[in-house]
């Protein structure tokens, strides 16, 4: 699995570093600090071994030395000599068997030596086996070294090694905390808003982005609002004559209705396209988001367009929960849908509401008995000036599903568009039950 999180990828480069460097401090340790001085450990116990057990040396050195005192010797040194098949002999055959020093103590007493070690109750025993010494085994407590001695150093390494991850834990955090902030305002931009400006912080390159992003959230702000502008002042200015073309056009004498009749009805239907271009450009205002009752949107539409030969039915859930977003906003969307589904719905419309399963979303559900749509098309049915395939027939503005579409992604809903199995289309729209 590849991990992309940016904080994740730093945190295990960090501990792989850290392990690395622990491990080769180990490895440095043990060879330039523990195995000279375990060498020299060695040489020092074979000589004493071999001083105390070979006559020769003894005679050699001066210190001829009967069995008796050799024993003593050895008692008051702590290192014992016992049967092999004695009680406490057992504890050799329990005894993990090191390799290192058993070659070393072989090489130094010059006769094949089995070194092993055994944490015993007080301290680290050694036991040897020298092939010299036939039938017996001997025994030396290592008092100065305790199973203790080695706690502080792990506690210690432990304690470095957790302190170094969670300092570099928080230090990749901080950095990476202008990034958070950064995504986050993205987010809001790719959907229709504007943050506020971000607070240059950081290193000097997420700085820089930083106020790259500022500025390119200024830029897009500066052109929602000509844009808007714009769009208001040709709102006007197109206006204005054709309210001039229809006022002189109902003053006409009778004998030239016909005319006045098409004249009236290009006049409305360039105003209907008019708005339909302000309803598709207006920005959504999050701030005045509040509580809304969806039956209670459904109900108004399905009366308003209702006829008595177009028949709404109406199924709404009577425990739906609230959803979160602008009512005008909201109520034009479900318009939309009912005008589309009267247009093509052969007389027949069903408007439904209901719940998700974890009650998060409620939902609308438009249908209709028309011919449907090829599925090919429903990718393109929400896009501006799209009216359908040649089964939906070529009515309408083309914007009034695009509508639908922005306004459900303001409020952060979603669209689901199906064919109905009995014939017909089926539209869903989905809305948020709590502020997000």
Known sequence: MRIRSSLTQSILLFVTLLIASQVYSYYAVFNYALMPSLQQFNKILSYEINLMLDDSKNLENGLGMDAPLRQRVLEQLGV??????????????????????????????????????????????LWLKIESLPGSLIRIPLSELQE???????????????????????????????????????????????????????????????????RMSKGIQALEEDRALLMAGISHDLRTPLTRIRLATEMMSPDDSYLAEGIISDTEECN?????????????????FEKVNLNDI???????????DIQIDTEFEPTIKQAHGSPIAIKRAVSNLVTNAIRY???WVK??????????????????????????????????????????????TGLGLAIVKRIVSQHHGSVVVNNRSEGGLKVQISFPTRKI
């Not at 955090?173 to 809001?188: C, D, F, T, W």
């Not at 459904?298 to 009366?303: E, L, M, Q, R, Y």
């Not at 409620?362 to 501006?384: R, T, Y």
């Open 272 to 288: 209907e396209i008019i708005s339909q271009f302000m309803d598709y450009l207006k920005p959504v205002n999050v701030q005045s």
């Open 351 to 396: 408007v439904s509401s209901g719940m998700t399963a974890d009650s998060k979303l409620a939902w609308l559900c438009i249908e209709d008995n028309g011919p449907g749509i090829e599925p090919s098309q429903v990718a393109k049915l929400f896009e501006p000036f799209t009216r359908g395939d040649t089964a939906r027939g070529s009515e309408g």
């Open 80 to 125: 014992t000599i016992h049967a092999e098949n004695s009680e406490i002999a057992q504890e050799y055959k329990h005894a993990i068997s090191i390799d290192l020093m058993s070659e070393e103590m072989s090489h130094q007493l010059g006769t094949p030596t089995d070194v092993r070690m055994l944490l015993g109750d007080d301290s680290y025993v």
């Open 148 to 214: 203790e001695d080695f706690a502080p150093l792990f506690h210690n390494s432990l304690m470095m090694a957790l302190l170094i991850i969670a300092g570099g834990w928080l230090f990749i955090r901080m950095q990476n905390r202008p990034l958070i902030a950064l995504e986050k305002a993205a987010k809001i931009v790719g959907r229709g808003e504007i943050p506020p400006p971000l607070v240059e912080k950081g290193a000097s390159e997420i700085r820089s982005v930083t106020r790259a992003f500022n």
């Open 298 to 308: 459904a109900s108004d539409v399905a009366t308003s367009e209702g006829s008595y």
């Open 345 to 347: 719905g052969n007389g």
